[in-house]
């Protein structure tokens, strides 16, 4: 066998592994699964295992390290589309930052519930991606939502740093909840309800004429 041939194979091995972990974590969640679960659906040794992963906490990390940096990338790609303008104010690119978003976890429904379910609550280097993570994404928020109150299309009274962990929360409790149920909601109709409920919750309203 050829050194090409033999990382070609370890590397199909790893995937291998991976995949088992991502479908066992998203059924039976970190806690109850085990890595013997993971090795027999592979149908593969523990020792050839180990000889990728420490234990299921690190597949567990890579599997979620990917995944964040899905996200993450999604949310950076939304800012640079943005250029400048205020998504807050532009129902159009409000909505391809939903799609974008709500994108990366419907097309991910394994790791979209392992992310909901597990993430936030495992610990390790996982973990401290996601506090990363959402530290910036409340941060992307924050300043639209002050640049809305300076440009006079946020009412006054709202406050950026309550209103981001809202948006955040309220999107990512519709999303789980669309995929925990496995109800059959387009990813259009997801992002056009996650940009009007925001919406209406913060923008100033015209005066209506008596």
Known sequence: MSVQNAKDKKFEKRCLFLQAARKIFAQKGFQATNVSDIVSEVDSGQGTFYYHFKDKHDIFDVLMLDFIGELARAVAKNDMAAAGRLALADR????????????????????????????????????????????????????????????????????????????????????????????????????????????????????VEN
């Open 92 to 207: 159009e690119l409000a909505l391809v930052n939903a799609r974008a978003f709500a994108g990366v976890f419907m097309d991910n429904m394994d790791l979209a519930k392992i992310y909901f379910r597990e993430s936030k609550y495992v610990g390790g280097a996982a973990a401290a991606a996601l506090e990363t993570f959402y530290s910036v994404i409340y941060s992307q928020i924050e300043n639209g939502l002050r640049m809305g109150i300076a440009a006079g299309s946020v009412r006054e009274n709202v406050d950026p740093y309550c209103v981001a962990r809202c948006f955040v929360g309220a999107a990512e409790r519709v999303i789980y909840d669309v995929i925990s149920s496995g109800r059959d909601v387009p990813l259009d109709t997801i992002a056009e309800q996650i940009v009007d409920f925001q919406s209406f919750g913060i923008m100033k309203r015209p005066a």
